[in-house]
């Protein structure tokens, strides 16, 4: 059975610090790449950042550039989102998937709520 986990979320004070974890199971994790998304309230739901499974690379939204670190274990086979300057903007249940080449994202966590407050 494919799962993707997702935890670490919580209440923090802005200008705080999240670490949210992504453990997966019942798939290959190194043929996918893992992205993370958030949805706020209202709000349509955002890709923030992805990391490829072969090279690393990493993509991160503007919004987050410069303030969230994604990075992965592939032994652990977690992918990690280390959040750091934390706005109250950023307060939004967040969600990780996977994808497989360039195709679409087509296995996805159940979601960890982060609430930044002022």
């Known amino acids: 059975e494919v799962q993707l986990q997702a935890s670490g979320g919580g209440l923090v004070q802005a200008g705080g610090s999240l670490r949210l974890a992504c453990q997966a199971s019942?798939?290959?994790?190194?043929?996918?790449?893992i992205g993370w998304f958030r949805q706020a309230p209202g709000k349509e739901r955002e890709g923030i950042s992805c990391?490829?499974?072969?090279?690393?690379?990493?993509y991160y939204a503007e919004s987050v550039k410069g303030r969230f670190t994604i990075s992965r274990d592939n032994i652990k086979n977690t992918v990690y989102l280390q959040m750091d300057g934390l706005k109250t903007d950023d307060t939004a249940v967040y969600y990780c998937?996977?994808?497989?080449?360039?195709?679409?994202?087509?296995?996805w966590g159940q979601g960890t709520q982060v609430t930044v407050s002022s």
């Open positions: 998937a996977a994808r497989r080449g360039n195709g679409g994202y087509n296995y």
């Open positions: 019942g798939f290959t994790f190194t043929d996918y790449v």
């Open positions: 990391i490829g499974n072969s090279d690393g690379n990493t």
